[in-house]
């Protein structure tokens, strides 16, 4: 037993290591872009975000141009890459944080003292754009009203993400796809994006959305979950059937539907409204479906 | 374009302020010369350099502009002022010290210009960390705090007054937890410290190191410490056996929303604890108390220890739900320098334990709710780690632990018409017990043993609570062995 103690000792006590100071963490760089987004039909986004906190929002003083700026500690991290290309009529924006690899320290403690890495950027809105969203660990607001958006794509890892959208998408939506790993995901208005299909998967963590609001279209929702949970919900001036895949260890709420054979649907169908299907798999999670009146 | 105007404007702006507080300060400016501030000198003036570069190995209080040329901080350098490079790059050596602010700008898109200054002059948290944590991080599950008050037959009472956890209010990824109590019955300390150690914003992953002298028993799962304290102090009852474990542990705990996992390593001192003789009570002043099981004194063993538990988002006794719980220990004497034990010495002793509680709300207000144990061993177990069947959160209307052995099942069910169902103040239940614990280096049995050997009981039982929070309930059971007696219990908890 004691050589086992020594033995788990040896193996333990590094990772409670807190690292060697470095002077870098003494100062901040705030490195600014800007990129005139013209000439072009449409914009594809993309942004590959490590870790630390990201503001994503409309330019609506300046819709032609994209600006932004990153904050970061660069003993932590390199200049992010903020790349703008154009290829026919079609442009791309490629953002990367660019984390720098200690070898020698013990990587869980950047969650606390020691790194900062902050972004904001501000997207146009005179294009269509098609995002394409990956968050790992952090906290991230976006911001999409006003903007044409023409998919939307956001993969959260860790962490906390918030998206709102206050005003109607001036174009239709092709599909949202939303993949929350094992952080908190949170959607306020995703009616507005006027989205056909949607797919949202939820592994360990939780995401609320809200599709409340005036919905004038079909709409197919996929929905599955596995450890974690989900609460949708959705307006009253449509049509809802939902397909639920679930068993003894889930947990499923349905508000306001009525069981009808092996689906849940609107109690007063009207076929002058328009329909979302929501087909709904649940692991060990749990389900809260909800309609907003 | 714009853009570039008003970049080329604000640095105009920049360039053209001067400090009037100081009238020493003074306005120089330099055309295609490099220009270099030595180590040890102080430079408070307004510098303008154009077309050349810029070497710092001084102390620059003021504020200079480099056009068109680069900027070198070297290792002696210190900036207190500001450094604006146009169209060219700065270089910074390591260990120089920037307090002021520097400024790098090209024109160009893309990277327009970049700011360099002090991190403290960061508006709002220099630190990221979600703000808003589970509670489940905010409180330590492998270092739950100790009841105030617990009252026994061995401790008499356990008045724990200190129960604290540090953790830098969350901010820290480390936690220490400590809960000191006096044992008024054998008249000494008890308590723990623990060290924990955790990984990921909502602390998933935790490694933590114990020292304690606690009470240890195998009975937690029959009721819960508050009304087993309840019992004693109104009955002069106890429905745990307890020993006392004096030593150290150190393990990693798994925490994935509802799935818990822990697994730990021990060495402990093990003795029993003496049952106190003038145990008071309000009522039941004369009850005799059960005396220990047998427990060999002193002993210093050491363990190994796994832990699973899940349970059913919102788990509830009398809401649609599932919790599981299984733990496995591997225990023997420890290493004493004449006797070497290994992990596979006849010594060794495996203990493995677990529970399934399934929930079903059959329709409104009716509750469905069972139970099923089991524990099996490798038939060498000490007798006071034995499983036993019977008593108060096993089979009713037995006596506590009628039957003691090496394997044991269990199942219970019950039907609880609640409050909601009745629509009155109180609520129902229908009960039915049934257990079968044997001696056996296997878990072998057949339906014949249960029916020849096993016990069970049912009974009846009225109450008022709420959902969450029982208040009370009475229950009478009956032995189904043919035995004429009728058991009547006070519960201030779900049966199971």
Request: charged share 25%; net charge negative; proline share 3%.
């Amino acid at each position: 037993m004691k050589n086992t103690l020594i033995y788990l000792l040896i193996t333990i006590i590094p990772l409670f290591g807190k690292g060697l100071q470095h002077d870098d963490d003494n100062f901040i760089i705030r490195d600014h872009f800007h990129y005139s987004i013209k000439g072009i039909e449409k914009l594809e986004f993309k942004i590959d975000y490590k870790m630390g906190e990201l503001i994503l929002k409309p330019n609506s003083n300046n819709p032609h141009e994209f600006d932004g700026f990153a904050e970061y500690t660069p003993h932590y991290f390199d200049s992010p890459i903020v790349d703008y290309t154009v290829f026919g009529k079609t442009g791309f924006i490629e953002i990367r944080t660019n984390a720098i690899d200690h070898d020698h320290e013990f990587s869980f403690n950047w969650g606390h003292d020691h790194f900062h890495n902050k972004s904001e950027y501000k997207l146009p809105l005179s294009v269509p754009i098609e995002l394409e969203l990956e968050f790992s660990l952090g906290k991230t607001e976006i911001d999409l009203s006003g903007l044409q958006i023409q998919s939307l794509d956001i993969e959260c890892g860790m962490g906390k993400t918030t998206l709102n959208i206050k005003s109607q998408n001036s174009i239709v939506c092709k599909e949202i796809n939303i993949e929350a790993g094992m952080g908190e995901f949170e959607g306020i208005g995703l009616s507005h994006l006027r989205a056909k299909v949607v797919n949202i998967k939820v592994g360990f963590g939780s995401a609320d959305i809200d599709f409340s609001g005036i919905i004038n279209h079909d709409m197919d929702i996929e929905v599955e979950v596995g450890l974690g949970s989900i609460e949708l919900i959705l307006p009253d001036n449509v049509n809802i059937s939902a397909r639920i895949h679930d068993h003894f260890l889930s947990s499923v709420d349905v508000d306001n539907l009525i069981k009808k054979g092996n689906k849940y649907v609107t109690k007063d169908w009207d076929y002058n409204r328009p329909t979302i299907k929501l087909d709904m798999s649940v692991g060990l999670g749990s389900i809260d479906l909800k309609i907003s009146h | 374009m714009k853009y570039v105007l008003v970049l080329v404007l604000n640095m105009v702006l920049l360039w053209s302020q001067t400090d009037i507080s100081q009238n020493i300060i003074t306005d120089v400016t330099k055309f295609f010369n490099d220009y270099t501030i030595e180590a040890g000198e102080i430079n408070s003036d307004n510098i303008r350099v154009i077309g050349g570069d810029l070497y710092v190995y001084g102390t620059v209080d003021g504020k200079i502009t480099v056009v068109g040329g680069d900027v070198t901080l070297g290792p002696t350098s210190v900036v207190n002022g500001t450094i604006v490079a146009i169209g060219g790059s700065v270089q910074k050596d390591e260990n120089a010290v920037i307090h002021g602010k520097i400024i790098e700008t090209n024109m160009k898109e893309g990277l327009v210009y970049r700011e360099m200054e002090p991190a403290e002059s960061i508006n709002g948290g220099y630190e990221f960390r979600i703000k808003e944590r589970s509670m489940r991080a905010s409180e330590s599950w492998i270092h739950p705090e100790t009841d105030f008050f617990i009252y026994n037959r061995n401790e008499g009472l356990l008045f724990t007054p200190l129960n604290s956890q540090w953790d830098g209010d969350g901010k820290s990824s480390f936690r220490l937890s400590f809960s000191i109590g006096y044992r008024f019955g054998p008249h000494e300390p008890a308590g723990r410290l623990t060290l924990e150690k955790s990984f990921f914003s909502n602390k998933n992953l935790v490694f933590f190191g114990s020292a304690f002298k606690e009470s240890r028993t195998d009975d937690f799962y029959r009721l819960s410490e508050t009304e087993n304290t309840v019992a004693g102090l109104l009955g002069r009852q106890d429905f745990y056996d307890r020993w006392n474990e004096e030593g150290w542990s150190a393990g990693i705990g798994l925490d994935l929303y509802r799935v818990k996992l822990k697994l730990l390593m021990a060495s402990v001192k093990q003795d029993s604890i003496a049952v106190t003789s003038n145990l008071w009570s309000l009522f039941e002043k004369e009850r005799p108390l059960r005396s220990n099981p047998y427990t060999e004194p002193q002993e210093t063993i050491g363990y190994w220890q796994g832990t699973v538990a899940f349970q059913t988002r919102n788990y509830s006794p009398i809401a649609t739900g599932m919790a599981l719980f299984v733990e496995g220990e591997a225990y023997q004497k420890s290493d004493d320098g004449s006797n070497i034990y290994t992990m596979n010495s006849e010594e060794l002793r495996k203990r493995v334990f677990g529970f399934l509680k399934l929930n079903w709300e059959m329709s409104y207000g009716l509750v469905f709710r069972s139970q099923f144990i089991a524990g099996t061993s490798d038939g060498k177990l000490h007798e006071f780690r034995k499983f036993g069947v019977g008593g108060l959160g096993s089979v009713s209307a037995f006596p506590f632990k009628y039957q003691t052995g090496d394997q044991m099942v269990q199942a219970n069910g019950e039907i609880v018409f609640t409050d909601e169902f009745t629509d009155a103040w109180f609520f129902l239940k229908l009960f039915v017990d049934g257990g079968y614990a044997w001696n056996d280096d296997t878990f072998s049995f057949t339906k014949q043993n249960i029916l020849d050997f096993g016990i069970s009981s049912a009974g009846v039982g009225i109450g008022s609570g709420d959902k969450d929070d029982l208040n009370w309930s009475v229950n009478i059971a009956k032995p189904l062995n043919g035995r004429d007696y009728l058991e009547t219990t006070i519960r201030l908890d779900y049966n199971f």
